[in-house]
């Protein structure tokens, strides 16, 4: 995919192209092809980032609450989206032992009791044995300064998301 074509797809071509980006927000990428024309791949990315900047805290912790949990129950029913799917089994999520699940099902719990949303980790950057001492570490701390953790790592996830789309290393981004 190159930027022209982006640039030519009508609304629903984009939301179905892109509606995955930044994980189960479609409404994202609606706000995001209004601003068409993009220069290229960075301003694209650029684009996706202001719209999730611009929210309120309110907004941005319903983005963060879009996500699965890490290894949780959509991941043994099948029910991630297709990247997270990928992600995840990428990360070796997929196959964890019973003790390695309920380890993390714990972590994950305690993490949503405290800040009212699933612990975000750009899966793919890390490996199994990472996920859970980064989850354990990012429980304590502070609300605010893990708001802005997550949404470093929503904007992780959508910057692979994009370079997968585009067939480009995410390094060049």
């Known amino acids: 995919m190159d930027i022209e074509k982006v640039n030519s ?13 930044i994980e189960r927000c479609p409404l994202i990428a609606a706000a995001v092809w209004s601003q068409r024309p ?14 999730v900047d611009a929210l309120p805290q309110s907004g941005q912790e319903g983005i963060l609450r879009c996500h699965p949990d890490l290894a949780g129950r959509e ?25 390695e699940r309920l380890r993390l099902a714990e ?12 612990f975000v980790l750009a899966a793919r950057l890390q490996d199994r044995a990472a996920v859970p001492r980064e989850l354990a570490r990012r429980l304590h ?4 300064q ?15 998301r994009l370079a997968d789309l585009f067939g480009v290393d995410p390094a060049r981004l």
């Open 107 to 118: 972590l994950n719990a305690q993490y949503r009791a405290r800040f009212g949303f699933p």
């Open 146 to 160: 893990e708001l802005r953790t997550a949404l470093g790592e929503v904007r992780k996830i959508c910057r692979l």
């Open 141 to 144: 701390c502070p609300p605010a």
């Open 38 to 51: 993009f220069s290229g791949l960075e301003d694209l990315e650029k684009h996706f980032f202001a719209i």
């Open 9 to 21: 797809m009508d609304f629903g071509e984009f939301v179905d192209v892109f509606g995955n980006v």
């Open 75 to 99: 991941l043994q029913r099948g029910a991630l989206t297709a990247e997270s799917q990928r992600e995840q089994a990428g990360a070796g999520l997929a196959s964890l032992g019973a003790g």
